[in-house]
């Protein structure tokens, strides 16, 4: 790899990154929240300087494979490092505000335990009185702040709002992709824009819609924000306040999961939010391409579509299982409508809750665990497997079991009419062999990080890797939707800050920088 021609991607992004930084700032000063301005200042600041400096290390030659595979790679992880900055001077520590930053990119997990009366996070009173912004703030005013009362509860006055909104914003950016927003708004990319988008883009299809890659990476972001903007005026005309509209919208389309609210989508205790909220899930979790086919080629493609379709029968199949076996209370109706939430939720890898999950039935559990493994569809914003993946493994397997009975068959693997080519196929099952083995791997690695620690539990270790390498959120147990990431060990939570950065990247942008071959020119 050259170092100097990625170091001129990098410089780049960090100052797209110093740029966005300043909404959530705008934010917080719109509530009045001085201390949360200077972390995003400060944040900003730094990140800006140190694009300049790293752009005068650089160099204009043009990139290739390798620079995009780092840049998509090592972007996000230095996306999550800066990210977690305004967390760290607001009063949370290092480890956990990398965890929740990376979260943010990908998952949907948290490390929070604290609300105020009217159920928003806040930073726990302790932490945020002591937090450097805090003292900034006192020093700059030219005095010295008296002690916030630390009382048993939380506070209202640690309900930085801005930092809030970043927590969304950053799952908002992170879901389509921030190296595709990059790739969309950078001039003069050109054979490297290609690179960045093969390299960003989730599923083993990855063909341009459109004749240029940026004009591409345009449509879909096109896409994206239009949703976005019709589900926050969806919600706002259901009841929801405009804050939580925003910020839950950048969450759903995102299929990130972080909420505003303590009790996530439950909160709100309408069902009119809940199935707004559901079927923009549904949406966020198909593949974007097809929206996009949908609204300017055919306006049947979804139907057409294999993997939508099977992605549509799973939700369906596990909606009625969980109806009917899962213990739900209340009527039909309202047992399929948050059944049906939840499902969708899960697969989509959003992790929104509607309900405490974890004291469902085991058929239940179990199913909606295997939901956070498949995931949802290739070119959504939803992590895992992948439905399409998931589709042709089953293909391939009903291929080998025909072969002992006709070995000299020939059988073309097909989705809908079009046969699958080796060089999709062989990469597909190899992903899920990896897949498998880095669960295995994590789980037994955060078992001996966890052990003695009496709430880890085999359930608890096990839908923790799960949650976060599929990029769902909550898992069972002790890290179950009522609950948090607060009480793992903090080698367990960093294991899992690169369970949740591996995800993302779908293994190959991550495990390709271990190769040494990697880093020769």
Not at 304 to 322: G, K, N, Q
Not at 466 to 489: E, H
Request: hydrophobic residues 50%; proline residues 4%; charged residues 15%.
């Amino acid at each position: 790899m050259r170092i100097k021609v990625f170091l001129r991607l990098f410089a780049s992004l960090l100052k797209l990154l110093a740029i966005l930084l300043l909404l959530p700032g705008a934010v917080a000063a719109y509530y009045g929240e001085t201390e949360g301005v200077l972390a995003f200042a400060l944040t900003s600041i730094l990140t800006l300087t140190s694009g300049i400096i790293i752009k005068r290390f650089s160099s204009d030659e043009d990139p290739g494979r390798k620079e995009a595979f780092a840049l998509v790679s090592l972007g996000l992880l230095g996306g999550a490092i800066i990210g977690s900055m305004p967390y760290i001077l607001l009063g949370i520590g290092v480890v956990d505000g990398l965890f929740e930053s990376m979260s943010g990119f990908t998952t949907g997990s948290t490390i929070l335990t604290e609300s105020n009366a009217e159920g928003y996070w806040v930073i726990n009173s302790t932490l945020a009185q002591n937090s450097l912004a805090h003292n900034l703030e006192s020093s700059l005013m030219g005095l010295q702040r008296a002690p916030k009362p630390i009382e048993p509860g939380p506070s209202a006055e640690d309900t930085y709002m801005g930092l809030l909104f970043w927590r969304s914003f950053a799952q908002w950016l992170g879901g389509m992709g921030i190296i595709i927003l990059f790739v969309a708004i950078l001039p003069r990319l050109g054979v490297a824009g290609r690179q960045l988008y093969r390299a960003e883009m989730p599923g083993p299809e990855k063909d341009a819609l459109t004749p240029r890659i940026k004009d591409t990476a345009r449509a879909l972001w096109f896409i994206y924000i239009a949703m976005t903007v019709a589900e926050i005026g969806l919600l706002r005309l259901a009841g929801m306040p405009l804050y939580d509209s925003i910020c839950n919208s950048f969450s759903c389309m995102a299929t990130g999961g972080f909420s505003p609210q303590s009790s996530s989508i439950m909160a709100y205790k309408s069902g009119i939010i809940d199935s707004i909220i559901t079927l923009f899930m549904f949406l966020a979790g198909a593949n974007f391409a097809l929206h996009y086919k949908m609204l300017f080629v055919d306006k049947k493609r979804h139907f057409r579509d294999s993997e939508f379709r099977f992605y549509t029968f799973i939700i369906l199949a596990s909606t009625a299982i969980i109806v009917l076996w899962g213990g739900l209370e209340g009527d039909l109706l309202g047992r399929i409508q948050l059944a049906a939430f939840q499902v969708v939720s899960v697969m989509t890898t959003t992790g929104f809750a509607t309900a405490d999950f974890d004291q469902w039935t085991v058929a239940a559990k179990f199913n909606l665990f295997l939901l956070m493994i498949i995931g949802a569809c290739a070119g959504s914003t939803g992590g895992g497997i992948k439905v399409v993946r998931l589709l042709l493994v089953l293909k391939s397997v009903y291929r080998e079991l025909f072969h002992v009975l006709h070995p000299r068959a020939v059988i073309p693997i097909k989705l809908g009419d079009i046969s699958v080519k080796d060089e999709i196929l062989r990469p597909s099952n190899i992903f899920v062999a990896t897949y498998v083995s880095v669960f295995a791997i994590a789980t037994l690695l955060l078992a001996l990080i966890c052990f003695g620690h009496p709430q880890m539990d085999l359930e608890t270790i096990i839908s923790a890797v799960a949650t976060t390498l599929g990029n769902t959120g909550p898992g069972f147990g002790a890290v179950g939707p009522s609950l948090s990431f607060v009480d793992l060990p903090e080698g367990g939570k960093m294991l899992l800050f690169f369970c949740m950065w591996i995800g993302r990247l779908e293994m190959v942008a991550a495990l390709v920088l271990l190769i040494p071959g990697f880093w020769k020119r």
